[in-house]
C-alpha cells in the first residue's frame, strides 16, 4: 500500500505519505514533489510527513537526500524512520558543505 496526500495550510503545504516507500512508489513521490513544489508556495513551507511510512529502502533514502537537498523539511515517527533521516540529514549537510567549501576553493 502507498498513498500520497496533499495538506495545506496557509503556513504549510504538507505532503503525508503513507505505507511503504520503496521501488516503484519512490518515482510517484518524486513526481507529487515536483508538483507540489513546482506550484505556488505563497511563502509557505514544504514539509513531507513521514509519520505513517512503515518501509524505505535504499531508492527512497536516495530520493529524501534529493528532496532534503532541494530544501524540503521532513517530520516522521518511530526509532527507524528518524534514524534514516538523521543519518540523511548529516550526508545532506556534508555534500553541501562540501560544495561551498569547492566553489570557494576556485575564488
Keep these: ?3 500520497i496526500s496533499t ?9 503525508v505519505v503513507e505505507g511503504t516507500l520503496v ?14 513544489a513546482g506550484t505556488s508556495l505563497e511563502n509557505r513551507q514544504m514539509t513531507i510527513d513521514l509519520t505513517n511510512v512503515t518501509k524505505i529502502d ?15 523539511k521532513f517530520c516522521c ?6 534514524h534514516v533521516l538523521k543519518q540523511l540529514a548529516g550526508e545532506c549537510h ?6 561551498s567549501d569547492q566553489r570557494r576553493s576556485k575564488q
Excluded: H, Y
Excluded at 521501488?23 to 507540489?36: F, I
Excluded at 535504499?58 to 524540503?72: Q, R, S
Excluded at 515517527?77 to 528518524?82: A, F, I, M, P, R
Excluded at 556534508?94 to 560544495?99: E, H, V
Design 23 to 36: 521501488s516503484p512508489w519512490v518515482d510517484e513521490l518524486r513526481k507529487s514533489w515536483d508538483l507540489a
Design 77 to 82: 515517527s518511530g526509532v527507524l524512520n528518524k
Design 94 to 99: 556534508a555534500r553541501l558543505r562540501d560544495c
Design 58 to 72: 535504499n531508492e527512497g533514502e536516495a530520493a529524501i537526500l534529493e528532496m532534503m537537498e532541494d530544501g524540503a
Design 1 to 3: 500500500m502507498f498513498k
Design 7 to 15: 495538506v495545506d495550510t496557509q503556513r504549510e503545504r504538507r505532503l
